[in-house]
């Protein structure tokens, strides 16, 4: 498949309203799109990196820097451009895994397009729909969050998760589990404690949490091995997870006994697959986090939570938990699910009116 250019496209997505975690409050969403035009077809990919490096090392504005310093004239040199050659085309540059993931996704889009085939069959989809749950970020107080998770239950989300951190975390837990009894629950810490919190960790236990995701710094996975042997709530880890191989590596030290697969995070959705496949033969199960994306990124972690290891429900929202108005036509719950695409590619594109109106900048790039 031959590449004509690329386009890189700003928007700005206000949210519906604050979200606030251990890493920053974030009230809208810059985010860079990748528009990959070949002959046959034009893919859409999009980079989850947040505006400020809180998150992680990667932010927008240095991703789409690395993309058109970088990613894009490597890939310019060959005439011939599959999505599974891309990774290797990029490896000489290092890091930069959510750059390359939106580039990753934008060449496959394309090619399935032009092959008419969905990014579900590609991947190895086993259903039409998805179980969906929501993430709840840290409230002003247990009154407001009690109100906030009741809103979601009613409008059929099927799992509810929990930011916490130091000072915010036992007491909003018990409040959701006594107010609602036998929902299924759990926590995300995003990395704000230490191997030295862990017996207040295990004052969780009694909660009969799904997991506690990610309570320790990515880089201290064997400190997540300790934590596991003193806290009987299932370890989840995502920040840690880069690669298959990371995944690997984890699970066999016993630091997570359930996996969070953010393709954006590992650098595209060929590498969350084999993620998924290693994590399978190990016997762990894993679900798709998100990263507060638009219809383009959603519709592709829609896809890829249809695989059959994707055993809890994901972070896959419908589009109005975030934004009033989505780039694309909106997803919507169906009874707690969100029904997989099925059209060639990702199976859905901006809205044109919608994308000129919250189309910040565009930046034109031919091979």
Not at 61 to 80: I, M, S, T, W
Not at 189 to 212: E, G, M, R, S, W
């Amino acid at each position: 498949m031959k590449l004509e250019g690329v386009e890189l496209r700003r928007v700005k997505m206000p949210l519906r309203g604050p979200f606030r975690t251990s890493f920053g409050v974030e009230t809208e969403r810059d985010i860079l799109f990748v528009r990959v035009v070949t002959p046959d077809a034009e893919g859409w990919g999009e980079c989850v990196a947040m505006s400020d490096p809180l998150y992680s090392s990667e932010y927008v504005d240095g991703a789409q820097e690395v993309v058109r310093r970088f990613l894009l004239p490597l890939l310019f040199e060959h005439d011939d451009i599959t999505a599974s050659r891309v990774a290797t085309i990029l490896e000489p540059i290092q890091g930069h895994r959510m750059a390359k993931a939106a580039v990753e996704t934008g060449v496959l889009d394309a090619e399935l397009k032009a092959a008419g085939r969905s990014l579900g069959s590609h991947l190895g989809a086993v259903r039409d729909r998805v179980e969906c749950g929501v993430s709840v970020g840290i409230a002003n107080s247990i009154g407001e969050l009690l109100d906030q998770v009741d809103g979601y239950l009613q409008a059929g989300y099927r799992r509810i998760k929990l930011k916490i951190e130091p000072g915010w975390d036992i007491e909003p837990v018990r409040a959701v589990r006594e107010r609602f009894g036998d929902i299924l629950l759990q926590v995300d810490a995003n990395a704000a404690y230490t191997v030295a919190d862990a017996q207040h960790l295990a004052k969780l236990d009694p909660f009969d949490l799904l997991l506690i995701e990610q309570p320790l710094h990515e880089e201290h996975v064997r400190e997540h091995a300790e934590v596991a042997e003193i806290v009987s709530t299932p370890i989840c880890l995502d920040e840690s997870i880069v690669t298959a191989r990371a995944a690997a590596e984890a699970i066999s030290i016993g630091a997570c006994s359930i996996v969070n697969i953010k393709p954006g995070r590992m650098g595209g959705y060929l590498e969350a697959r084999r993620t998924h496949d290693v994590c399978a033969a190990m016997g762990v199960p894993v679900w798709c986090g998100g990263m507060l994306e638009s219809g383009i990124g959603r519709a592709a972690n829609v896809a890829l939570a249809a695989l059959e290891n994707f055993k809890l429900p994901g972070d896959t929202s419908a589009s109005d938990r975030y934004f009033a108005t989505d780039v694309t036509e909106p997803f919507v719950l169906d009874d707690g699910y969100l029904h997989v695409p099925t059209g060639g590619g990702i199976g859905i594109a901006p809205v044109p009116e919608i994308l000129e109106e919250l189309s910040t900048s565009t930046e034109w790039i031919g091979a």
